[in-house]
Nanobody, 118 residues
C-alpha cells in the first residue's frame, strides 16, 4: 500500500555530512508519521528521528544537535540531514511510515547503508 524508497547513503569520513532522502508513494493519506531508523550489526533497530504531520519531532539523544529531519509535502519526501558524523553512526538507515506510533512503524523502506570512517 505504501512504498518508501531511500537514497543518499554512502561512505563519508568522520566529521562529514550526508543527506538522506525518502520518497513515499501509494496509499499515503493515512500516514501521520515519517521517520528514520538505523540498525548496526548485532544491535537492535532504533529510532533516529521522526516527524509527525503536525510538525512534532522526536530525536534520539545521539542525534540531537547533529541531525535534522524535515519534509517536503509537495514531493511526499522526508529528509535526514546528518552533520558531524561519527564512526558510531555507521548503520543501515531505514525510512519508515506510521499511522499512530513512531515506535511501531507500519511500513518500511529497504534501507540505505551509511558508513563513517575514522
Amino acid at each position: 500500500q505504501v512504498r518508501l524508497v531511500e537514497s543518499g547513503g554512502g561512505l563519508v569520513q568522520a566529521g562529514g555530512s550526508l543527506r538522506l532522502s525518502c520518497a513515499a508513494s501509494g496509499s499515503i493519506r493515512s500516514i501521520n508519521i515519517l521517520g528514520w531508523y538505523r540498525q548496526a550489526p548485532g544491535k537492535q533497530r532504533d529510532l533516529v528521528a521522526a516527524l509527525t504531520d503536525s510538525g512534532t519531532t522526536n530525536y534520539a539523544d545521539s542525534a540531537k544537535g547533529r541531525f535534522t529531519i524535515s519534509r517536503d509535502n509537495a514531493k511526499n519526501t522526508v529528509y535526514l540531514q546528518m552533520n558531524s558524523l561519527k564512526p558510531e553512526d555507521t548503520a543501515v538507515y531505514y525510512c519508515a511510515a506510521a499511522r499512530v506510533n513512531w515506535y511501531r512503524p507500519d511500513y518500511w523502506g529497504l534501507g540505505t547503508q551509511v558508513t563513517v570512517s575514522s
